[in-house]
């Protein structure tokens, strides 16, 4: 007979089976609900995560997009202070070649006065007097050096003015390069998408970085760019005025001084000529005088030599009537005759020397003094030629090259490009 082999098992109660099952079931019902609950949740948080997280990043996107615009906004008025600002520059630059051409020009009438004034140490003697013309090339000379102190200031001012610009246009020039950075990182943040390649994680991207400004320190600092190259701009347009005014003004005063010179040149030419007209009629006169006076001269010595030939011939007559003979030695009316005409003709003769000495005596001051109007005309002869020459010298002043001046636009408070010459004026003397 066979034997039933029981496996030994802990054997449960049907009622624990029961039981079991029961809570299986229980169990699974009760979770399927807590699923279910998870789900619901999941699926709302992921509807509302995914409604934030595109709203989220649309907001940024048009926050980045409104910050793009803000920032190329002050870059296109940075753009615009820029070129307004190496306009300037130009017109600064131009201006103070400007000056440093009329300081240069300014050389030639200082030679030119300097060389008159050497010219006219040459006069000699009575001729060598300060007359209206030495006073005149001294006041051109200190003219000319006022106009050459103010025209170096002025280019100095210039200069000094143009590395201020030059440093604000670096400022400006920075802080465009900046922005022009800056546009290009938040348009390629803009144009990132959930599609863009190699996204990734960062390390702490929320951190703030050092020496961070907050966005009014940034609006501030690109106004205050902005309006300090403004102001050095307007500065810089009042400065050309200045400079052109300077210009203008020291050229008017050097034209004017040119004049009045020129003016007292002529009058003194005129006035020498008159004087050397007078010394050629009073040379002429005097030569004249003199040729007569000669010619008396010889007559009264001609004169006085025949006296003397009668004085003889009176002498010789009364010595040979001392030897007549005896009561024939008397005085007789032809004795009485030849004393009268002896005595009178030593008194003839001693007038006539006493004449003759005093004839030649004017005979040499006529020509002594005949020798200084000669001197003199020459004296004068040399002083006209020097005044003369100094007045060829002179026309250089007026042959010149020209000179500058900028026209400013009172309207636009703008420098044009081209420089005008200024016309020169001549005051004839009439």
């Known amino acids: 007979m066979a034997t039933l082999s029981v496996k030994p098992s802990q054997r449960y109660q049907l009622s624990d089976w029961r039981t079991n099952s029961y809570l299986l079931s229980t169990n699974a019902e009760r979770q399927r609900n807590a699923s279910h609950q998870i789900r619901q949740e999941a699926r709302i948080l992921r509807n509302e995560t995914n409604n934030q997280t595109i709203w989220d990043e649309h907001d940024n996107s048009a926050g980045l997009a409104e910050r793009i ?30 000056v440093e051409q009329n300081l240069q020009a300014k050389n030639l009438p200082l030679d030119v006065v300097i060389e008159c004034l050497t010219l006219r140490e040459s006069r000699r003697d009575i001729d060598m007097v300060t007359d209206p013309v030495e006073e005149e090339l001294v006041k051109e000379v200190e003219a000319i050096e006022d106009t050459r102190k103010a025209l170096q200031q002025r280019a100095s001012d210039a200069f000094q003015h143009l590395c201020l610009l030059q ?21 390629g943040c803009l144009s990132l998408n959930l599609t863009s390649p190699n996204p990734s994680l960062k390390i702490n991207p929320t951190r703030i970085p050092k020496d961070c400004t907050t966005l009014q320190e940034w609006d ?18 009042e400065l050309r005025e200045a400079i052109a005014l300077t210009i203008a003004q020291t050229n008017n005063k050097l034209e004017a001084q040119r004049v009045t010179t020129d003016f007292a040149f002529r009058k003194r030419l005129r006035e020498m000529e008159g004087f050397y007209s007078e010394l050629k009629w009073q040379e002429q006169n005097t030569m004249e005088e003199i040729a007569e006076l000669q010619e008396d001269i010889r007559h009264l010595e001609e004169d006085l030599r025949k006296k003397t030939i009668s004085l003889k011939l ?3 007559r009364l010595e040979s009537r001392t ?16 004393s009268d005409e002896l005595h009178q003709l030593e008194t003839t003769i001693a007038t006539m020397k006493q004449k003759l000495v005093q004839a030649q005596d004017a ?60 016309k020169t004026c001549q005051l004839e003397l009439t």
């Open 167 to 187: 440093e604000v246009r670096q400022q400006l020039n920075s802080d465009h390069r900046d922005k022009m950075e800056t546009l290009e990182i938040d348009r």
């Open 220 to 237: 501030e600092f690109s106004r205050l760019n902005k309006n300090r190259a403004e102001s050095e701009i307007k500065a810089s347009i």
């Open 323 to 338: 030897y007549r003979p005896n009561v024939e030695l008397c005085q007789d009316q032809a004795q009485f005759g030849l």
């Open 363 to 422: 005979l040499d001051a006529l020509s002594k003094h005949l020798a200084r109007i000669q001197a003199d005309i020459a004296c004068k002869t040399n002083s006209m030629l020097l005044d003369t020459k100094c007045l060829d010298i002179r026309r250089k002043l007026t042959l010149a090259a020209e000179k500058f001046v900028p026209r400013v636009d009172t309207f636009k408070r703008t420098t044009n490009r081209t420089l005008a010459p200024i």
């Open 314 to 316: 009176a002498h010789t």
């Open 69 to 98: 615009y803000t920032v190329n906004r002050w870059k296109e008025m940075l753009d615009k202070c820029l070129t307004d600002l190496d306009a300037e520059i130009d017109s600064l630059t131009q201006m103070k070649e400007a």
